[in-house]
């Protein structure tokens, strides 16, 4: 059984500001990316499109985000972090901007997608970053305050965002994120360290990165952050359905029920980036198989509403709770490539993003009902609970053969070593 099941604690050290404003970012990013769940309709009238293709928006955005983390971490790998935090987040503020006064629905289109792709390569280096800025027993802590800007943006940012669409146009939502990003960037270049590139030896390679993608443990990794995603917004994506044709709720209570289900997601971010450190496969074990208990409830109990309320928040608090720990374990085993592990952690949850709410729709497509999103994400997040499982074990089996076989540079300094004995020796007979 791995240690960090059954030893550790959590860790005392402070983590720097520096980490807190990049989460005040990815807050700004979040809203971004979210609140269009809560403008498409005046959007849609505004730019005479039907509210499918307003709905591309969403899709355009989660494929931009897949595609774009990868390449741009590639990209900017030789490039300063601080530099490339700096100018992607200027990128995303223009893209803002550029979305506030577009014309017509393709300027908007072409908009959301360089967001994405900039949103894509912040979360990347971002993560890269928070990262190290922090010892290796306090990582979690950092993502969590990286994961809870996203849980904010959906307490507060989306309503916020879908209040303003609707008093204020559609647009003053993006101005709005704008005004966030220029917040965020003002605090990166004020907190972030100049970390100056890494030379010689240690200079950053992108085919010596791309070997973690041998390692099983950094694809068993990716593997449990995408179904854990997909589990959770199978459902997300189609609860406002759910709670009004099935549990009988007034529309007028989703946006209530989506600020509870974000407010679980912060709940459960404190809570994972608190003991994720000291138990980390301990904390997806715990957090994907109560997902998974949950989901199953949400299916059989979607018609009494308080048990659609209540399920709903215990969602939002078990999926987050897990968070701070898949992240992690994606840096801990892909230690070697910190921007390329930021990447794949940002890709592997838009996979996810994108594959659950296309799974549960075709179960609605079928005929099968709201209910049965949830009994897929049920089934996901199940699969999830068995590819921790083998993650933990091939991860036992590292660290045992770690402990039995010195790594080849230690062996070689001790044979070494023993030659430098050796020839002592002989040097003291001849004397």
Request: glycine share 10%.
């Amino acid at each position: 059984m791995p240690d960090d099941l059954v030893e550790g604690r959590p860790s005392a050290a402070r983590v720097p500001a520096a980490v807190h404003v990049l989460g005040l970012s990815v807050f700004a990013l979040g809203t971004s990316e979210f609140m269009l769940s809560g403008i498409l309709q005046p959007l849609a009238r505004d730019l005479d499109v039907s509210i499918p293709q307003a709905g591309l928006l969403v899709s355009a955005f989660a494929v931009g985000m897949v595609v774009g983390a990868p390449v741009l971490a590639a990209a900017t790998l030789k490039l300063p972090r601080r530099t490339t935090l700096v100018a992607l987040l200027a990128v995303f503020m223009l893209g803002q901007v550029a979305g506030a006064l577009a014309p017509g629905y393709e300027v908007l289109f072409a908009s959301r997608v360089v967001s994405a792709l900039a949103c894509a390569g912040f979360w990347a280096v971002g993560a890269a970053v928070a990262v190290s800025l922090v010892p290796e027993n306090a990582r979690a802590r950092a993502m969590a305050i990286m994961v809870g800007g996203l849980s904010i943006a959906n307490i507060a940012g989306v309503p916020a965002g879908s209040f303003l669409g609707q008093h204020a146009g559609w647009r003053a939502a993006f101005w709005a994120v704008a005004a966030l990003s220029a917040v965020g960037l003002a605090g990166v270049l004020a907190l972030v360290p100049r970390t100056p590139v890494p030379t010689g030896a240690e200079a950053p390679d992108l085919r010596r990165e791309l070997r973690i993608y041998r390692d099983k443990q950094v694809w068993l990794a990716l593997l449990t952050i995408a179904l854990n995603a997909g589990a959770v917004f199978a459902v997300f994506s189609y609860l406002a359905p759910l709670l009004t044709d099935v549990a009988g709720l007034p529309e007028s209570w989703v946006p209530s029920v989506l600020a509870l289900f974000g407010l679980g997601g912060l709940i459960g971010t404190v809570i994972g980036g608190r003991i994720a450190d000291a138990h980390l496969f301990g904390t997806m074990y715990g957090g994907i198989a109560a997902s998974t208990a949950v989901l199953a409830l949400l299916a059989l109990l979607a018609e009494y509403r308080w048990a659609a309320i209540g399920l709903a928040l215990l969602l939002g608090v078990t999926a987050f709770t897990t968070a701070p720990a898949l992240n992690a374990r994606m840096f801990n085993a892909a230690d070697a490539a910190p921007t390329l592990a930021g990447a794949t952690t940002t890709a592997s949850f838009n996979i996810g993003n994108t594959v659950g709410p296309w799974v549960g729709g075709l179960a609605i497509s079928a005929g099968w009902g709201y209910p049965a999103v949830a009994w897929v994400g049920a089934a996901m997040a199940a699969v999830a609970v068995l590819a921790t499982a083998v993650s933990a074990r091939v991860h036992a089996r590292s660290r045992v053969v770690a402990a039995s076989y010195p790594r080849r540079e230690e062996r070689e300094d001790k044979r070494e070593e023993e030659r430098g004995e050796v020839r002592t020796e002989e040097e003291q007979a001849r004397v």
